[in-house]
């Protein structure tokens, strides 16, 4: 039997889903908060996100039950002669939703929006402690041609 997964912009009646599986995650579980109602922080993060033209939360359904999510940032850059790149962020998959296919789908979305919307390049970053993510994304031919450095602020 196929899988017929949808892909759509979140709206605010996503979030809880969505932050559940935020939590419900090896790392997110240490940074993350899920309460019902939803924390103001998160409300006003995506509020941001929805109202940022350059920023995309796209979930992933099956039927009406939201079962992924991913961000999309389009960066424009002086380089590469007013080159635009995406930038995939916050890829989760539900639980009960896991080894499906579901994160290759989200991945797959996320490419064929960038070059729907004329990107040169797509790039995404994982945490190092995330070795079998990092192979996922390796399967999906992206590769690792540059060191990413961050600093908390």
Known sequence: MELHVTFREATINDLDSIVKMLVDDELGKEREHYSAPILDAYIK???????????????????????????????????????????????????????????????????????????????????KKREETLRFYERLEFTATHEGLKKHM
């Open 45 to 127: 993060s995506f509020h941001v996100i929805s109202n940022d033209p350059n920023n995309e939360l796209i979930v992933a359904c099956i039927k009406d039950e939201v079962v992924g999510v991913q961000q999309l940032t389009f960066i424009p850059y002086l380089t590469n002669q007013d080159g635009w790149r995406a930038t995939i962020e916050g890829v989760r998959v539900a639980s009960s939703a896991r080894g499906k296919g579901i994160g290759t789908m989200l991945i797959n979305q996320a490419i064929d929006r960038a070059k729907e919307l004329g990107c040169h390049l797509i790039q995404l970053t994982t945490d």
